[in-house]
């Protein structure tokens, strides 16, 4: 859906109740360590106050379902976005904790940095769980997605809806955020289509 100056789209249910469980409990179980920046995990510590996350070591398999999954959303990403897609990059299988955030940032497609993410055109997000402000034990408070509007326009901030299996895309030069968790537990999965 398109907001204002910020162009998103929300492909509703790409995966069901019970993936989302099986994900959140392989997510939850594996190892893992700080999400570092610009996808590179070699970086430690990752800046925590920048970014405060756990980059979970999934199972090849379960990435290589991820992976088909991704590429099954692109001819619809595509056409809203008006782009020929290529590849998307490893997802990365996220666990946000109590006090966890991501500050303002972009992922890609930018000048202002020449590194591999500037291959990037369009960010996804896939939510396992719900947001809410009741204590549910497979919710969580806080940890907003915000869309930002560019710099030349309005002061625009949109909060993307959470509803658990859905995806959201938007372009990679998108500044955006993820607020604090005020309470339980975030899972998502992301990724980076790249140009064709």
Known sequence: ???HTVDYLEI???LDDKACSVLRDEIRAALGGPAGL???????PAWPEIRRTRRAEITPETEARVVALLAAQKPALERHFGLALGACEKPQFLHYREGDFFVPHQDGNTPLIYDESRLRRISAVIFLNRQSEDSSPESYTGGSLVLHGPYTGPDLRIAIPTLPGSLVAFRSETTHEVTPVTRGERFTIVSWYRGA
């Open 12 to 14: 509703a249910e790409v």
């Open 1 to 3: 859906m398109a907001g």
């Open 38 to 44: 610009l996808g590179r995990p070699d970086q430690k």
